[in-house]
T-cell receptor
Framework: DAGVIQSPRHEVTEMGQEVTLRCKPISGHDYLFWYRQTMMRGLELLIYFNNNVPIDDSGMPEDRFSAKMPNASFSTLKIQPSEPRDSAVYFC??????????????FGPGTRLLVL | RKEVEQDPGPFNVPEGATVAFNCTYSNSASQSFFWYRQDCRKEPKLLMSVYSSGNEDGRFTAQLNRASQYISLLIRDSKLSDSATYLC????????????WGLGTSLAVNP
């Protein structure tokens, strides 16, 4: 069974450009998470969805960031305009509710973003 | 103060050694606890959940001390393949979807 799929795996762009990161969660999972990881701040939750609906976007750094989940098998994270401080690894993760218990989050391989 | 704190290491140990990591959390309302493992340039993967009574999975033992608000991970008979960063993770009561991550402890097991 395929895991979480992210694209692109690497992105190099110039400041001011729009960046779109894509994620396909594991089939049947009803939660989707977007994270950002840097050396200084570690893993930070940006936003998460339940059944395609955004539940908590309090981690989204500013209006330049937006995320959508148009259907159960696809989500995007967009940065417009991008800035050098957005350089990081962006992970997508998914999980499935399991009887109300905490379940494992499965991560994709990440997108390494470098904004010049 | 960070919500979840870990000694960044690196811990350098020989094969076969026993190594222990601690993690402290600041919010007494923290509800669930985990250790994730992250290999270099890879994604995090769940290593084990941490239960109040402590739990063991092969060479790995996790302990929780709610009174002192810390979690530990013990690795016995360490292998070269254990080299990775170990991330301490907690959730808060009322929202077990929102994971709060430590910065991780780096372990290098040497031959």
């Amino acid at each position: 069974d395929a895991g979480v799929i992210q694209s692109p795996r690497h992105e190099v762009t110039e400041m001011g450009q729009e960046v779109t990161l894509r994620c396909k969660p594991i089939s049947g999972h009803d939660y989707l998470f977007w994270y950002r990881q840097t050396m200084m701040r570690g893993l930070e939750l940006l936003i998460y969805f339940n059944n395609n609906v955004p539940i908590d976007d309090s981690g989204m750094p500013e209006d330049r960031f937006s995320a959508k989940m148009p259907n159960a098998s696809f989500s995007t994270l967009k940065i417009q305009p991008s800035e050098p401080r957005d350089s990081a690894v962006y992970f997508c993760a998914s999980s499935i509710l399991a009887g109300g218990l905490q379940e494992t989050q499965y991560f994709g391989p990440g997108t390494r973003l470098l904004v010049l | 103060r960070k919500e979840v704190e870990q000694d960044p290491g690196p811990f350098n140990v020989p094969e076969g050694a026993t190594v222990a990591f601690n993690c402290t959390y600041s919010n007494s309302a923290s509800q669930s606890f985990f250790w994730y493992r992250q290999d270099c340039r890879k994604e995090p993967k769940l290593l084990m959940s941490v239960y109040s009574s402590g739990n063991e999975d092969g060479r790995f033992t996790a302990q929780l001390n709610r009174a002192s608000q810390y979690i530990s991970l013990l690795i016995r008979d360490s292998k070269l393949s254990d080299s990775a960063t170990y991330l301490c993770v907690v959730t808060l009561a009322g929202n077990n979807r929102k994971l709060i991550w430590g910065l991780g402890t780096s372990l290098a097991v040497n031959p």
